[in-house]
């Protein structure tokens, strides 16, 4: 229930924020008499970290915008530290056991600031759990012979977030307690490199910690595996030919997705590409090619990826092979 209220307040303060009552001033004449002093002047979101203020709209043809004012423990001692055109101001990142006071000031085209309005205060307390994290994904990497799992995750709405807890298992369904606790993060992306081995499911929770302490629920786990290396067979490394139809390779030891790429240099220049998804294992696999122009008497450059959880970063790939097209008379 607790989860659920936070995302009520949230979806209630960003409703406020776009409600049509808060437009942008429209292009005005300058004047020379300064703007009235807003007027009911509010707090209408105090919470972890956030204060939200708003006020009644000028009705000057000529307004510019508004000043912010604030104080931080004491009821005087304004400092200005914010413009806005809006007639409403959002703070956060503010401490959870400070007091804040805060005034507005309307000001014209002509720079022309209005009287000071009446202060309102507010205590951001540190109130709510955080929201957890989501899209959290894991994409296992095995790369020039080193492994990792990388970990990225879009953060929640909260102003006050610390940081992040993950745990790591070989299990789904684990729990998030001091057993699979296995690292803290201030990011929203984490690389793994401990004690990983090959054809391991590895399964992760993230839980969001606020600055005050308070915790998210976890998200759900999410897992990946590392690969081991798909094998060139044909056509071989440094070797001539005047004719390929397939290619072969040797599978990796799980069913996976493949793709073969065909380049015009060691490094770049990618002249055929085809993908392909595979559930043998530690066999051999045709790759028919019919149809493929090589220019003659040339050096290419060919290489095998696997892919898992993502279709953009591989999982592992291959030597890099090459060989030349001599073709027949």
């Known amino acids: ?180 606790y296995f690292d803290f993060t201030q990011g929203i992306s984490y690389l793994d490199t401990t004690r990983l081995k090959l054809l391991v499911n590895y399964y992760y929770r993230i839980i969001a910690v606020d600055k005050g302490g308070l915790k998210s629920i976890a998200t759900k786990d999410v897992k990946d595996i590392i690969l081991n290396s798909p094998a060139l067979i044909y056509p071989e490394n440094n070797s001539q030919t005047n004719s390929i139809r397939e290619f072969r390779i040797r599978a990796v030891s799980k069913p996976a997705k493949y793709k073969l790429v065909i380049l015009s240099n060691e490094i770049y220049g990618t002249i055929f590409e085809f993908n392909f998804s595979s559930e043998i294992v530690n066999e051999v696999i045709k790759i028919g090619v019919a149809g493929l122009q090589l220019a003659p008497f040339k050096k290419y450059f060919w290489r095998v990826y696997t892919y898992t959880n993502s279709d953009v970063d591989p999982n592992s790939y291959s030597s890099l092979y090459s060989f030349t097209f001599y073709p027949s008379n």
């Open 1 to 180: 229930m607790k989860l659920l209220y936070k995302y009520a307040i949230i979806l209630n303060l960003i409703v406020v924020l776009w409600s049509c009552g808060r437009e942008k001033i429209a292009e005005p004449a300058d004047d020379s008499i300064p703007p009235a002093t807003p007027s009911e002047l509010k707090v209408f979101a105090a919470f972890d970290g956030q204060v939200a203020i708003e006020w009644r709209k000028n009705n000057e043809s000529n307004l510019k915008g508004y000043f912010i004012y604030k104080s931080i423990n004491k009821p005087e001692h304004f400092e200005q530290i914010s413009f806005t055109e809006m007639n409403y101001f959002v703070e956060n990142s503010l401490f959870y056991d400070s007091t804040y006071y805060y005034k507005v000031s309307a000001v014209n085209r002509n720079n022309i600031e209005s009287p000071l309005s009446i202060s309102v205060s507010a205590l951001p307390k540190n109130i709510y759990a955080p929201l957890p994290p989501t899209n959290l994904k894991a994409n296992a990497r095995n790369w020039t012979n080193s492994f990792g799992i990388y970990l990225l995750w879009d953060p929640p709405a909260d102003t006050d977030i610390l940081g992040y807890k993950i745990y790591r298992n070989t299990s789904s369904g684990f729990g998030v307690d001091s057993l699979n």
